[in-house]
Each structure stands twice: as structure tokens, then as C-alpha cells.
Nanobody
Framework: QVQLVESGGGLVQTGGSLRLSCVVS????????MGWFRQTPVKEREFVACISWSGDNTHYPDSVKGRFTISRDNGKNTLYLQMNSLKPGDTAVYYC??????WGIGLYTGRSDYDYWGQGTQVTVSS
């Protein structure tokens, strides 16, 4: 059974930084394309970042481009999200997700593209 466990969330002031981690077990991490999503009580779960199987390709929406960086360490079965210049609008529960799809260059932005999800970690940015 594939399990994803996020960590690294917390409370930070505007302009601060956090690094989220997601450890994947029970599967072959290097065979999964990975992504980060976030959700608030008033918004649907939205795409934040994605990365291909080897980490060669990444993609971000305009809302986080230049501030967030997704990376992975296949030797440690771990996905990361470095978040800089945080804003109150970044406040959300952040989820990592794993996709078993193998087409294209491994960048998937839709929730339905992902097969496994973590439990989420809360990020709160105070103004």
C-alpha cells in the first residue's frame, strides 16, 4: 500500500519561508510523477507544483512561480516544496500527491491525474 506523509507545515509571518517534505513508502518512488496541491475551507483543492519522475521537469501556476520550488530525492523517496516570500493568501492545507501515469514529460496539473494522496499539512501565513 502506497503511503504519503507530509511534514514541515506551520505558522510563519508574511515574507517568511517554509520547506515541506513528503515521504513516500510502499511503492517505487522514482516511477511516480509527483505534485503539490493546496486547499482552504472556501476553495477547491488547487494545483501548486509538479515534477517529473527524474526531477528534470517542473511546472508551477503563476500564483507561486518564482516563490515556490519543487524538488525530489529519489534516493530518499522524498518530495520537497520550498516556499519563499510567503503571503497570507498561501495559507492552506498542503497535500502531496503521486501519479502512476507515464505519458508525456511527466507534468500533471489535474487532481484526477493523481492516484495517491497524503493527509495534508497546515501552512498559515500571518500578516
Amino acid at each position: 500500500q502506497v503511503q504519503l506523509v507530509e511534514s514541515g507545515g506551520g505558522l510563519v509571518q508574511t515574507g517568511g519561508s517554509l520547506r515541506l517534505s513528503c515521504v513516500v513508502s510502499g511503492g517505487t518512488f522514482s516511477s511516480y510523477a509527483m505534485g503539490w496541491f493546496r486547499q482552504t475551507p472556501v476553495k477547491e483543492r488547487e494545483f501548486v507544483a509538479c515534477i517529473s519522475w527524474s526531477g528534470d521537469n517542473t511546472h508551477y501556476p503563476d500564483s507561486v512561480k518564482g516563490r515556490f520550488t519543487i524538488s525530489r530525492d529519489n534516493g530518499k523517496n522524498t518530495l520537497y516544496l520550498q516556499m519563499n516570500s510567503l503571503k497570507p493568501g498561501d495559507t492552506a492545507v498542503y497535500y502531496c500527491a503521486a501519479s502512476t501515469r507515464d505519458w508525456g514529460i511527466g507534468l500533471y496539473t489535474g487532481r484526477s491525474d493523481y492516484d495517491y494522496w497524503g493527509q495534508g499539512t497546515q501552512v498559515t501565513v500571518s500578516s
